[in-house]
Every structure is written in C-alpha cells, then in structure tokens.
C-alpha cells in the first residue's frame, strides 16, 4: 500500500460538468474564495456554511447545473469525511488522555527540570514538537500556554524568547506532518505515500522548527519586550490528579503512531515486494487507523490508568474528546467538498495547463497557490485542502519522493503570514496580552518564516532526489 487505502479524494471526473473556459473558470474560482472569505470576515459565518456556499457559487459563476455543483460538493465531503474523519477522531482521544492523566505536564515537568538559561527556547520546541504530535494546533496552544507563561514568569525570561519556540514547535507540526488533517487530505488527494512524507516531513520540520523558534525568538524578544500575563495562568490538570505517568511511558506513547508509519515506510523501500507476509504485516500495523487506534488503546492503560482513571472515567474521557472536533470535521469535510467542486468544473486542468506554460516548478506552483489561499480564507487546513485539490493533477508524472514533496510543499504554504482573517492570530494575541501591531512582528512573522524555510528545503530536496 502506497498509500491511504481510501479512493483518491481528487479523482476527477471524466468530463468537467461546465464548458466553461480558462478566463470563466478563473473568474469563478476568484469569485467562489471572496464569497468564503467575506462570509468568514464580515458576516462571522462558520467556516463550514461559508465554505458549503462557496463551493455553490464556485459551481454557479463556472457555469455549472445546481444539481451537479451540488453532487460534486457532497462527494467532496463524504470522501474526505471517510477517508481522515476516524483518524481525527482517534487523534481527538489521544490528545485528550495525554492532557487529561497529566502526561503532558510530565513531559514538560521532566525537560524543564533538565533545562534551564540558553537551552530553554531549544527545550520548548522539543516540548511542543513533542506533544504537537497527536494535538490540533488549538488545543497545543491551550495546553503549553500555561507553560510558557510560568516559565517565562519563574526564569525571568522573555515571554516571545519562550513563547515563540513552543508556537513554531505547534504549528510546524500542524503544518507538515501527519496524523494532522490538512497533511492527511493533501496526502489522500494527490495519491502520497504517507511514510515517505511523513520521514521527509520531519527531515524538513527540524531546520525549519530550529530558525522559525529559537533563532527567530531572539530577534522577536528585541521587537516586542512584554512580560507574561498573569490572569492568563489558568489551572493544570495535573494539580487535580494524585498521580500521573511516568516520562518514558508518555512519550513512547505519543510516538508510537510515529514508530509504526515510519517502520512501514522503511519495510516498504526495504523489502519492496507487496507479496511477503512481512510486507503485508507492516501495510496493516502501519496505517493511520491501526498505528493511531493502537495507540488509542494502548493510552487508555499507559496514561489513563496510570492517572488512577477509573473505566468510568476513562469513557467520559474519551466522550468529552468527541464532541469539540465535530467543528473540525465538518470544516474539513466542507474543504473538501469545495476542493472537489474545485476539480469537477476542470479547475485542476486549467492549472495543469497553465503552469505548462509558466514554466513554473510545480512544488512552486503548489507553495504559491497554497499561500493565495490561506492569505485569502486565514485557515491553514482549508488552503491545505484546496491546495491539494487544485494542485492534485500536478502529481500525475511525479515520483513516489516527488509527490511527497508536493504535499510538503502545499503545507508550507497554508502556513504562510497568519493575520486578522486568522483564528490563531487571535489565539496567540489574546493568551500572551499583545496588541495587533506586536502579533504581526511576532507570531505572523514567524509563520511566515516557517512557510518561506520549509518551501526553500522542499525545492533544494527535489534538486537532490
């Protein structure tokens, strides 16, 4: 298996259902982003109603029949619904034990006790690289926010000298590797081969993580000197908890999805035969539903139990983590459904021909369109996943390591400059007490630098493999 084993989420119709032409088409896909990114600016409509009305009038302006525009946007979501909603899920419930049986603050306890004067920026994004793994990008936020501020507070540290490391950790992660949901659409929609991404993804993420945190800390300590807010310290779970894991155990099982992807994608280059038991053994144990449901379960005893969890308990847990990604999924369902709407009116096509005649590279191409989105909707998935959409055709030549390449670079992009239109520039803002003018030098800058870096590396991989 090289890849999801679900159908491909960009497989393309066998005639767009409009005639529409190049100059048409490029005005309906202009007009069909503004309608979501006004609907989501002015008129605070959830990014879910605005992309669903998006996606209808993209099918309008193209000249699409209503019904047809309709049958593309609800295939669009079904499929990416099905192909990475259980794996959202079963990310949801890992992040939650780990924060609820007090795992994370045992990470971060244990590396802050081993840390200390110039090495503090360096361990927290080890900190947040480490528990970005399993989290959504908001849920880090809220889970290292209380860290930073009580490091920054207890070292007489500079908050951004602390703060921007973890941030850079968080996003990096949401951005190019999987299990997140933008990595895992892209993956799904341009037919990757997740370990190969995900073995290159962390090649790219650590230069990346290291100039966008600590290096780009000092400077951002220099433009923006504010001291941690202390109303913004709020309660750890572990406070409330009588015990907790121990180190090892938590990070072993934060990584154990990791282990298990990776070890399929080494099996796959190693062994390379499809037919061998060893091969098929690894294809299982090393998809994303079995490696995150193992880890799932595996949790429920390494962190759960280890907190004193009660079954009771570890249920509530377990529900609790559900019912806030319901958002998530229909955000990304609805991202997908704009992103297949995107392909069925011939939008895939047109940017196949014209970037035969831009002579642009195609990971450039797909770093750029990725970046026009995310600049336009503010949300990082939603770039990821119409990026993927309209940069799907791009992939059809391209080699195994290639198409890796090109979902890292449409990852790169969706994070480039964070701004108003940006639920996680408020985020930031509002947790570290700035105003709008001190998130942009910080926070928007180091988003920017982590899209700008991850793309160069991308491009120089290319040249190499």
């Given amino acids: 298996m090289t890849h999801l084993s679900v159908e491909m989420l960009a497989a393309a119709p066998a005639e767009p259902i409009t005639s529409a032409g190049h100059a048409q088409l490029g005005i309906a896909v202009l007009a069909g982003i503004a309608v979501i990114v006004l609907l989501i600016t002015k008129f605070k409509l959830h990014a879910f109603l605005a992309l669903t ?14 019904d047809k525009a309709i049958a593309s946007f609800t295939r669009g979501l079904g499929d990416t619904v099905a192909g990475v909603g259980v794996l959202i899920a079963l990310g949801a419930i890992l992040g939650k034990l780990l924060a609820d049986s007090g795992g994370a603050d045992q990470i971060v306890d244990t590396i802050l006790a081993k840390a200390g004067g ?20 908001e849920v880090g936020i809220v889970l290292l926010i209380p860290v930073v501020l009580m490091v920054a507070k207890r070292g007489n540290y500079s908050l951004m000298r602390i703060g921007i490391p973890a941030l850079a950790g968080l996003s990096v992660m949401h951005g190019l590797i999987p299990p997140h949901p933008g990595p895992l659409v892209a993956i799904d929609a341009v037919k990757a081969n997740l370990g190969v991404t995900l073995a ?3 090649l790219v993420a650590i230069p990346t993580v290291v100039i966008a945190g600590p290096v780009f800390s000092k400077v951002a300590a220099r433009w923006v000197d504010v001291p941690a807010p202390e109303k913004m310290i709020p309660q750890r779970a572990s406070e409330e908890l009588e015990k907790r894991p121990g180190f090892g155990v938590t990070v072993a099982t934060v990584l154990l999805p990791v282990v298990l992807m990776l070890a399929k994608a080494l099996v796959d280059i190693v ?8 091969q098929r053994v690894f294809d299982v144990i090393g998809s994303p539903l079995i490696a995150l449901l193992a880890a799932v379960i595996v949790a429920m005893f390494t962190l759960g139990r280890a907190a004193g969890f009660t079954k009771d308990r570890l249920s509530t847990t377990v529900e609790k983590s559900l019912a806030p990604i ?62 993927a959409g309209l940069a799907a055709p791009l992939a059809a030549d391209m080699s195994t390591a290639h198409t890796a390449l090109l979902v890292l670079a449409i990852g790169a992009g969706s994070l480039f400059f964070s701004h108003v239109n940006d639920a996680g520039f408020w985020l930031v803002k509002e947790y570290f007490g700035l105003d709008v003018g001190q998130t942009v030098k910080t926070w928007s800058v180091m988003e920017t630098i982590i899209s700008v870096v991850a793309g160069g590396l991308v491009l120089i991989l290319s040249l190499i493999i």
């Fill in 53 to 66: 009305v998006g996606s209808l009038a993209l099918g309008a302006f193209a000249g699409a029949p209503l």
């Fill in 118 to 137: 110039r090495a503090m920026p360096w361990a927290m994004v080890l900190i947040a690289s480490v528990v970005g793994l399993p989290l959504f990008f």
């Fill in 200 to 202: 290159l993804g962390v």
């Fill in 271 to 278: 062994v390379d035969d499809p037919g061998t038991t060893v």
């Fill in 326 to 387: 319901a958002g998530v999924l229909m955000i990304v369902g609805a991202g997908g459904g704009f992103k297949q709407t995107l392909i069925d009116v011939g939008v895939g096509q047109m940017i196949l021909d014209f970037s035969k005649d831009w002579s642009i590279p195609a990971l450039l191409l797909a770093w750029l369109i990725a970046v026009a989105i995310r600049l336009a909707t503010g949300s990082a998935t939603v770039a990821t996943i119409s990026a």
